[in-house]
């Protein structure tokens, strides 16, 4: 299979060199700096049970889909419609485009700007780029890929790649799981820059955690998705399986990028003011990030 990663950071790279080590052919498209590094020593895997210099093919053109059966689609919410009219004009009629990214909407936003089906995807790994070319893999590494006519068969694929990928019917309600998730996790772990376990050693962040959730809760149920009625303990053992784990808010404000936490948090505030809802503690760690941010950009 020819498989193309727009967007290769920790997580595109993390399952395009999975694949690549399967024996797919894969092309990363990133930033210059890692496609060279790529293209001298291939991309360095790090993984929790091995290393590896894996070889694949790399670009900073978006003519690099031209080919591609798959396209794992992993930019940041924010560049979800520019990044997606640049791979529009290349893409191969019939190609199962997934978008392996954070928030709920990005699927349909791709959609209606590539005209071409968008297969929303949840990814779960913890990974992050150790430097040009590197990718280090902390743990997990699993795929729930929405319902779709090729689906089925990329599933297979993934999973006999050791990237293992199950499908869907019911894919916005494991968007909204994973997007609670990440309204949990993420903007704290951002604001201390500590990994997840370790939050948790401080009095008071298991009840901000708790109420988070429930904020989130009571407005995806108000938008009829359904959500576990155990997800309060879903959300807190997240720290036990990626105890040293940054979140991507965290590794984005220490490398001075813009954030996703528009996409995450700010996306439930938005929804909670259309809807009438309260979220003040999912508002203050939209505030605090965003100040983080704007201290970053001043000292730039």
């Known amino acids: 299979m020819q498989i193309a990663v727009m967007g290769a950071g920790a997580v595109g790279c993390y399952f395009g060199a999975m694949l690549a080590r399967a024996g797919h052919r894969v092309t990363l498209i990133g930033r210059s700096q890692h496609v060279e590094a790529i293209r001298q020593h291939g991309l360095l895997l790090e993984h929790r049970d091995f290393k590896d210099h894996v070889r694949v093919a790399a670009t900073t053109d978006a003519i690099g889909v031209v080919e591609a059966d798959v396209v794992l689609f992993c930019v940041k919410s924010a ?13 191969k009629q019939g190609a199962v485009v997934l978008c392996l990214q954070n928030g709920v909407d990005n699927a349909e936003r791709l959609q209606a700007t590539i005209d071409q089906i968008a297969v929303p995807a949840i990814v779960y790994v913890a990974a992050e780029m150790a430097g040009p070319g590197h990718v280090k893999h902390h743990g997990r590494g699993e795929l729930i890929i929405g319902a779709s006519p090729s689906s089925a068969s990329v599933a297979a694929t ?5 990237v293992p990928t199950a499908v869907s019917d ?14 949990a996790y993420n903007a704290l772990s951002a604001v201390a820059q500590l990994p997840y376990r370790r939050l948790f050693e401080v009095d008071g962040v298991t009840e901000v955690v708790r109420t988070v959730v429930r904020e989130c809760t009571e407005v995806a149920s108000a938008l009829d998705i359904a959500v576990p009625e155990n997800i309060d303990e879903t959300v807190l053992a997240l720290a036990g399986s990626m105890p040293n ?3 991507s808010t965290a590794q984005d404000l220490a490398r001075g990028k813009k954030t996703e936490i528009d996409y995450l948090n700010g996306y439930v505030v938005r929804k909670g003011e259309e809807l009438s809802i309260p979220t003040p503690v999912n508002r203050a760690l939209l505030v605090m990030v965003k100040l983080l941010e704007e201290k970053t950009q001043q000292a730039i």
């Open 170 to 183: 019911k894919v916005a309600n494991e968007l909204w799981l994973k997007l609670i998730t990440n309204c």
């Open 158 to 162: 993934f999973t006999q790649a050791g």
């Open 79 to 91: 560049d979800t419609e520019a990044a997606g009219r640049l791979i529009a004009p290349h893409l």
């Open 245 to 247: 784990q940054y979140s």
